[in-house]
């Protein structure tokens, strides 16, 4: 009788629970790497990710790769009633003991050039992350659907901008 409880409630928590995909390389473990799907006329997607350092030292997330034409780190800034995004200059800081989440209105990872290859559901983006010490990650971004603004959850759609105008203080 106790094991048809416990599968009970193991099965009414299924809706609840998340399965994330994790990657580790050294200390770091990056867990639920995804995108949104974008509109065939897209020319960027996106990729958000959280980034935990279980060890005792400060990491750089360096470099992001992928078969794109170009591949940036990005951060959202909002100043007033004006919000733009900016290249992140030197690497973004994973501290000791945190995690780092890039996700909607903040760090996140652009994909440019999608040139009329939309980014589609169930879709796999291969990527490498490279990190100061740690090295290299082979890990794959998951593209999922897009939540309407009416479900509670908040974003920024950034698909159907132009960053390839996007001004850089590093000449890129």
């Known amino acids: 009788m106790k094991t048809d409880l416990f599968a009970a409630a193991g099965f009414a928590a299924l809706p609840f629970m998340a399965f994330a995909d994790e990657f580790a390389v050294g200390d770091l473990v990056i867990s639920d790497p995804i995108s949104y799907e974008t509109p065939v006329t897209a020319q960027t997607g996106v990729g958000y990710l959280s980034i935990t350092n279980t060890g005792d030292v400060d990491e750089t997330l360096i470099d992001v790769r992928a078969d ?25 800081v994973i501290p000791a003991g945190a995690t780092v989440s890039l996700e909607p209105g903040s760090f996140h990872i652009m994909f440019m050039g999608l040139g009329g290859d ?46 390839d105008d996007m001004h850089e203080e590093d000449g890129e």
């Open 118 to 163: 939309p980014f589609e559901v169930n879709e796999d983006i291969p990527a490498t992350l490279v990190f100061e010490t740690a090295g290299e990650l082979d890990i794959v971004f998951k593209v999922e659907a897009r939540v309407p603004a009416t479900t509670g959850q908040t974003g920024t759609d950034m698909s159907d901008i132009d960053h």
């Open 68 to 92: 794109f034409p170009r591949v940036m780190l990005h951060e959202t800034i909002t100043d007033g009633d004006i919000t733009r995004m900016q290249h992140v200059m030197g690497g973004l």
